[in-house]
């Protein structure tokens, strides 16, 4: 496998902006396309849209749930995944709730995400647990880690992209410890250049949540 086809298949291209009109996501969808990156992640009004365009390709589609503050109900968050993935989506990542983790309610973090990963994984579809590591200290990413062992999840993300920073060496080191060695990272904020995703890929990420990706993959085309 070529260095380009490995690392765009390590790319979640991600089209999530509130701003973006349809003819940008339109865009975006074909631009993953042409990439052959490994999904791309739209908001849930555009899953049926972007699996219609990704239709006969090897990207998959992604989409988010309970974004960006995973404070929507259990209930809520499990509606959204099956919808998602009645329209096409095969991949959910979903957002824990940050405020229960703060406040010390593992208990409901956990039963919370239990219900959506078995939702999904009933569906044959997988689940990346975002934890927004910029609101948490190392202790709370440990403590987040640990529940997504216990859950099953099939990946633990480092953030939305919306928080005050996103992924970053320091906090990667600490869930990659804290994690089971099957649990896989995704990096997701602030991943705009090559040698950027080449650092997400040495600390242990198999899946990189980005909007640059043409910036990060024409390096290794023109190569």
């Not at 259990?74 to 998602?84: I, Q, R, Y």
């Not at 239990?114 to 202790?139: F, M, P, Q, S």
């Amino acid at each position: 496998m070529s260095a380009f086809r490995k690392l765009a298949k390590m790319i979640d291209h991600s089209l999530l902006s509130p701003t973006l009109t349809a003819a940008e996501v339109n865009a975006g969808c074909l631009l993953a396309r042409k990439y052959d990156v490994a999904s791309v992640c739209v908001r849930p009004c555009d899953v049926k849209k972007a699996a219609d365009i990704l239709d006969g390709s090897d990207v998959i589609v992604s989409t988010v749930i309970g974004f960006p503050h995973g404070t929507t109900t259990t209930a809520t968050k499990v509606a959204e995944s099956l919808e998602a993935m009645d329209n096409g989506a095969v991949e959910l990542d979903v957002v824990m709730n940050i405020g229960a983790m703060k406040s010390g309610n593992t208990t409901a973090v956990e039963n919370d995400l239990k219900a959506i990963i078995e939702t999904a994984h009933e569906r044959g579809a997988k689940v990346k647990v975002i934890l927004e590591c910029c609101y948490l200290n190392a202790d709370e990413i440990r403590a987040a880690c640990g529940i997504c062992n216990r859950v099953n999840a099939d990946w633990a993300k480092t953030s939305t992209g919306y928080g005050p920073y996103g992924a970053r060496a320091e906090d990667l080191a600490i869930m990659r410890e804290a994690l089971l060695p099957h649990i896989q990272m995704k990096a997701a904020g602030g991943v705009r250049t090559l040698e950027a995703a080449r650092e997400m890929a040495a600390l242990g990420c198999t899946r990189i949540g980005a909007t640059a990706t043409a910036a990060i993959l024409d390096p290794l085309a023109d190569r």
